[in-house]
C-alpha cells in the first residue's frame, strides 16, 4: 500500500475515532448540570426551584430547558412562576409568548411584572405596555415585593438601577434577581466587583477570561462568584468550561444553578469546535483533485 494512501487512512481513522468519542468529551459535567436542573424541577423547596429554574435562562435554543421554564408557569409558588417567565425571557423563548400572556392575568403583581418583562423583552410591546401604563397609573394594585416597592415606578433614578425582573430586581445581575439586589442593598449598595464581572463578559482580552475564573471560584462574596459565572457563560469561551466545573459545588445555590447553566452552554461549543477541526482535518486529508485534472486534458 503507497505511504501516502496509508497516511491518509491513518488520518481519517483518527478524525473516525474523534467524533465517536464525542459523545463522551465534557459529558460528566454536562450531565451533573442537567440533574441538578433535573431535581430543582421537581424539589420540595419553592427556592431550590426558584433558583434552579431561573438559571435555565441562559440556555437560548434549548427545547428542554424552555420546556422546564414553561412547565414551571404552572408551580403554586409565585416566585417560581416568576422564575420561569424571567427565564423564558432571558432564553428568547418566542414559542413561549402565548403561555407568558396567559400568566398577565395572574394573581401576584410580581409574576404579572416579570411575564410583562419578558414580553417585552420578545417584542410583545403591546401586551407589556398596557401592563406598565395599568401599574403606573394605578390601575393595578400591588402586592408582596412589589407593592413595597412601588414608588420606585415613580423615580427615573431608582428605575435606573432596578428592574422589573423577579419582581424588582437588580439590573446588572440579570441571572440573580432580587435575592441579588436585597443583598447588595443591605451590604453593599455599589458592588464594584460584581459590575465589572459583569461588563468584562464579552472583553476578548484572554487576562479577562483568567481574571473571571479566578472570581468565580474564589470571590467570598457569592454575588460576585454568581456573576462571574454568569459572564463567562455569556463570555462564550469553551476552553473555561472544565474551569469552572468546580462552581457546581458551590456552598450557595445561585453560584451552583448558574454554574449548571454555563456548564451545559459551553459544552455545546465545545462540541461544536470538535466537529469544526474534525470537518477541517478531513477536507485537508482530501488528495487534491488538480493534478488528475490537469493529467487528462
Known amino acids: 500500500m503507497p505511504r501516502n494512501r496509508l497516511s491518509r487512512l491513518s488520518i481519517a481513522l483518527l478524525i473516525f475515532c ?10 460528566s459535567g454536562k ?25 435555565l435562562g441562559l440556555l437560548r435554543d434549548n427545547v428542554h430547558a424552555r420546556e422546564l421554564a ?3 408557569l404552572n408551580d403554586d409558588r409565585p416566585e417560581v412562576r416568576v422564575a420561569a417567565a424571567t427565564a423564558l425571557g432571558q432564553m428568547h423563548a418566542i414559542d413561549s409568548v402565548p403561555k407568558l400572556q396567559k400568566l398577565l392575568d395572574d394573581k401576584r403583581m410580581a409574576v ?9 423583552d420578545l417584542k410583545d410591546d403591546a401586551a407589556a405596555n398596557a401592563i406598565y401604563l395599568d401599574v403606573l397609573t394605578g390601575e ?11 414608588d420606585t415606578l415613580h423615580n427615573p433614578k ?13 439590573v446588572p445581575f440579570a441571572g440573580i434577581g432580587w435575592d441579588a439586589w436585597r443583598y447588595t442593598h443591605k451590604k453593599d449598595p455599589h458592588p464594584a466587583r ?6 468584562l463578559a464579552h472583553d476578548p482580552d484572554p487576562k479577562a477570561g483568567y481574571a473571571l475564573v479566578k472570581a468565580a471560584l474564589n470571590d467570598k462574596d457569592w454575588i460576585v462568584r454568581a456573576a462571574a459565572v454568569e459572564a463567562i457563560a455569556q463570555r462564550g469561551d469553551p476552553s473555561l468550561e472544565e474551569k469552572i466545573e468546580l462552581s457546581l459545588y458551590d456552598v450557595n445555590a445561585h453560584v451552583r444553578y448558574t454554574a449548571a447553566a454555563a456548564v451545559i452552554r459551553l459544552s455545546a461549543l465545545v462540541k461544536k469546535d470538535i466537529h469544526k477541526d474534525a470537518e477541517k482535518k478531513t477536507s485537508l486529508s482530501q488528495p487534491s483533485q488538480a493534478p488528475a485534472v490537469a493529467a487528462s486534458r
Do not use: C
Request: hydrophobic share 50%.
Open 158 to 170: 431608582e428605575l435606573a438601577m432596578i428592574g422589573v425582573e423577579q419582581g424588582i430586581g437588580y
Open 18 to 27: 474523534t467524533v465517536a468519542a464525542l459523545p463522551s468529551i465534557a459529558s
Open 140 to 150: 393595578r394594585k400591588g402586592d408582596g415585593l412589589i407593592a413595597e416597592q412601588m
Open 70 to 72: 414553561e412547565a414551571a
Open 31 to 55: 450531565k451533573k448540570a442537567w440533574s441538578m436542573f433535573e431535581a430543582a424541577a421537581n424539589s420540595k423547596s419553592p427556592t431550590q426551584r426558584s433558583i434552579g429554574i431561573r438559571a
Open 194 to 199: 460584581a459590575i465589572a464581572a459583569t461588563l
Open 112 to 120: 404579572v411584572m416579570a411575564a410583562a418583562h419578558s414580553l417585552h
